[in-house]
């Protein structure tokens, strides 16, 4: 049984991982194989970004040696896959290499594209790339004052990081003694300031404590950055000093050239995660098409989901149990305080107040983080 | 958030279903629709599910 797991992030590691330890004799004997291809030799962890942007972390902390995560028995290669020929259960990498399988799991992740919208990427900072949060940190230390706008995109990774950057500048002009010379405005795409009613609940509260302006219903259309204005969809102009976007994403190119899914989602069953019209390839994490948070822990609990599907499938030839659409994420809320969403496709999330403990959990989590990496946590 | 990322990827003329159990979609969508000028064809709410037809009109 040839199992082929595409993409070294979070997805494709936990997977690999859990499989490894549900078929050690399995893969003792040989009757089943795990490889893994990816793009890169490093595992980044992307939550740390944030962190990276606000001069907290620095930027080499956020990888590790891919390898070295893997349990033994995983074959590794750097060959990222160009070609996929789902119906012949084959896959062709960069090196022209083909990769037979019996079941594959796509796990490719997503990318911010700024370039999508006009003037965007050249006039805004973000926090999506090691680069970008070298960037932000610097432009955050360089700002003397004046109105910074805080515009999200669709649709994009990290659903809590439009609400974390405000809060988190917030403190960092605070901390620098500017805190007066700075408007902070949250505008948001759809009828409230965020995507899960009940965080956007609590988040408008603290933003009338905090003084921080909003406005809903305002998407992105172009940035004249000579002037300094965001034109959006809905036909209003917005002026401001400092852009922080939270930009749109896509899927890797490979997806859409490879006609897997329109910008690179591809559709999936949301309880088998399945690609439709397939009953051995899955995907999992930011690439599939559901409308479901982009998130780090959702790419973990499809993870073990699927690896639970596969394991028992290799087994007693029926799958365990379904994704039930579980999703965790901190909510980094200032001032040293930290809260959290935790919710399913059937019960949605309840924000309790932030409290510094589960801050102190967040930092700690940003470490024991390589240990879910590795499938024990 | 689906339904406006679809309408930014696709064409003029595209029909979008939007099916949702959230009773605030039923309420934003219309406007957000009328408000980019877009066109709403269709408007239901089925066993405890929103659904709400718009095409893309520019």
């Given at each position: 049984m040839k199992i082929l797991i595409v993409g070294g992030g979070m997805g494709g590691t936990i997977l690999a991982n859990n499989l490894a330890r549900r078929l050690t004799s399995e893969l003792e004997s040989g009757s089943a194989i795990i490889t893994m291809l990816s793009a890169s030799d490093k595992h980044m962890y992307q939550p740390g970004l944030l962190y990276v942007a606000f001069g907290r972390?620095?930027?080499?902390?956020?990888?590790?040696?891919?390898r070295s995560l893997l349990e033994p028995g995983i074959n590794f290669h750097v060959d990222p896959v160009e070609t996929f020929k789902l119906a012949e259960n084959h896959v062709i990498t960069k090196s022209g290499k083909r990769h037979d399988y019996d079941i594959i799991a796509i796990a490719t992740g997503s990318r911010a594209t700024p370039?999508?919208?006009?003037?965007l990427a050249e006039n805004s900072i973000n926090v999506y790339t090691e680069k970008a949060a070298l960037n932000f940190y610097k432009s955050l230390r360089e700002f003397e004052g004046g109105k910074i706008v805080i515009s999200t995109g669709v649709?994009?990774?990290?659903?809590m990081v439009p609400l974390e950057v405000t809060f988190m500048m917030r403190d960092f002009f605070q901390e620098r003694g500017i805190l007066d010379k700075v408007q902070l405005h949250y505008t948001y795409p759809?009828?409230?300031?965020?995507?899960l009613e009940p965080v956007g609940k609590w988040a408008q509260k603290e933003f009338d404590r905090l003084g921080v302006t909003y406005e809903t219903l305002f998407n992105m259309k172009e940035i004249d950055g000579d002037k300094k204005v965001i034109h959006s969809e809905e036909g209003t102009e917005l002026a401001y000093d400092l852009l922080v976007a939270i930009p749109p994403h896509k899927g890797m190119e490979v997806i859409d050239a490879n006609g897997l899914?329109?910008?690179?989602w591809i559709p999936t069953d949301?309880?088998?995660?399945?690609?439709?019209?397939?009953?051995n390839a899955f995907v999992l994490g930011?690439?599939?098409?559901?409308?479901i948070s982009k998130a780090g822990s959702t790419a973990h609990f499809e993870a073990e989901a699927l690896g639970n599907n596969i394991a028992s499938m290799i087994k007693i030839g029926t799958p365990g149990?379904?994704?039930?659409?579980k999703v965790f994420c901190f909510i980094e809320?200032?001032?040293e305080k930290a809260t959290y969403a935790m919710f399913n496709y059937n019960n949605p999330p309840d924000p309790r107040p932030p409290t510094k403990s589960i801050h102190w959990f967040k930092m700690a989590y940003n470490q024991l983080y390589w240990a879910s990496a590795r499938g024990l946590l | 958030m689906e339904l406006i990322a679809g309408i930014r990827q696709g064409e003029v003329g595209d029909e979008f279903e939007v099916l949702s159990s959230d009773e605030g979609s039923a309420k934003d969508i219309p406007e957000w629709i009328n408000k980019v000028g877009h066109e709403i064809l269709n408007r239901f709410e089925s066993e405890g599910v929103w659904h709400i037809v718009v095409r893309k009109a520019k």
């Open positions: 972390m620095a930027s080499d902390e956020l990888y590790r040696d891919q370039e999508d919208i006009p003037g649709p994009h990774k990290c659903p759809i009828g409230r300031l965020h995507s899914g329109k910008s690179g949301r309880h088998r995660l399945s690609i439709e019209g397939y009953e930011d690439t599939t098409n559901l409308p149990r379904d994704y039930d659409g809320a200032g001032e | -």
